[in-house]
């Protein structure tokens, strides 16, 4: 199971009995050839553990950084096969390389001045009405908002056709689990926020507590290390921030060594027994002993 890179090394410590499992250059001729990678790791964001002492096939999630200045996460075996057979620079950071992907060239039609001038001078000989210009063809409108959403007052739940079915089992385990705990309307699937959220005018948070106006998200990095970081955490702050303008307070469960980015977030190692009560203490935090336990189960 791939783990942050200091709970690793704490592993590794334990397992083996020593302080420094691998000595500093211990797989540095492993490492030689991927000079690129070699740049992009830096031992400050890896809790100050040097590359060389990292085996290329460990299952460890480590952070890095591109000449660029893009910093994401990824395993050992992930980067050393992230090019494949291309060996450009941008090939080895995923944002990069998504900056690199070729776009679509959009052809714009030229007119040719001088016969524009010739066909006015025809017309006037002739006394025809000249033929107006072609309009220029302005910029792309907007995506339109999705007309799906139901016309409620802002900070309204309800159950949406648009959202999206559950990520993981896990998302199903916990939601389980809430509603053993706490007595809380069920089936809620959406909130309706004041701007529009990617072309909705309503958020799909992975738990709703109505009653608590309470959203309750579960967060983990993923496979690959990549989710719920860079882009994808920009956005996650920008939902965030459009159930608190509706009058919601949020709550993330952060595991596998997610920082947390609210104040009522709940930091765990894996979800597991304590996950429940730790939401339940957030929740206490927010709205207060009497209000929470006026809805336990």
């Known amino acids: 199971m791939t783990e942050p890179v200091r709970w690793w090394w704490q592993r590794r410590q334990f397992s083996r009995g020593v302080d420094v499992p691998y000595p500093v250059g211990t797989y540095r001729s492993a490492w030689a050839a991927y000079p690129e990678l070699v740049r992009q790791y830096h031992p400050d964001l890896n809790e100050g553990i040097s590359l060389s002492q990292i085996?290329?096939?460990?299952?460890?999630?480590?952070?890095?950084?591109?000449?660029?200045?893009?910093?994401?996460?990824?395993t050992p075996s992930e980067q050393r096969e992230r090019p494949g057979r291309v060996r450009r620079r941008s090939a080895w950071c995923p944002e990069c390389s998504a900056l690199a992907a070729p776009r679509p060239v959009k052809v714009v039609q030229r007119v040719d001045a001088a016969q524009v001038l010739a066909a006015v001078d025809r017309a006037k000989a002739v006394r025809m009405p000249v033929a107006p210009a072609p309009a220029p063809r302005s910029k792309r409108a907007a995506p339109a908002v999705c007309e799906k959403t139901p016309d409620l007052p802002v900070g309204e739940p309800f159950v949406s056709e648009c959202a999206p079915r559950p990520a993981s089992a896990a998302e199903g385990r916990l939601r389980q689990q809430l509603s053993q705990a706490l007595l809380f309307t069920e089936g809620m699937t959406a909130v309706r926020v004041g701007r529009p959220f990617f072309r909705h005018r309503e958020v799909w948070p992975d738990i709703l507590l109505p009653e608590l106006r309470v959203a309750i998200e579960y967060d983990t990095p993923g496979r690959h290390g990549l989710e719920h970081v860079g882009k994808r955490e920009a956005s996650d702050r920008?939902?965030?921030?459009?159930?608190?303008?509706?009058?919601?307070?949020?709550?993330?469960?952060r595991t596998g060594g997610l920082e947390p980015l609210g104040p009522h977030d709940v930091v765990l190692r894996t979800a597991g027994t304590k996950t429940v009560p730790a939401i339940i203490d957030a929740l206490r935090g927010i709205r207060g002993d009497m209000v929470v336990d006026a809805y336990r189960r």
Request: proline share 6%.
């Open 238 to 253: 920008r939902k965030d921030a459009l159930l608190r303008a509706a009058g919601w307070e949020v709550v993330r469960v």
């Open 55 to 74: 085996p290329p096939a460990a299952d460890v999630l480590l952070c890095w950084e591109c000449t660029a200045g893009h910093r994401f996460a990824a």
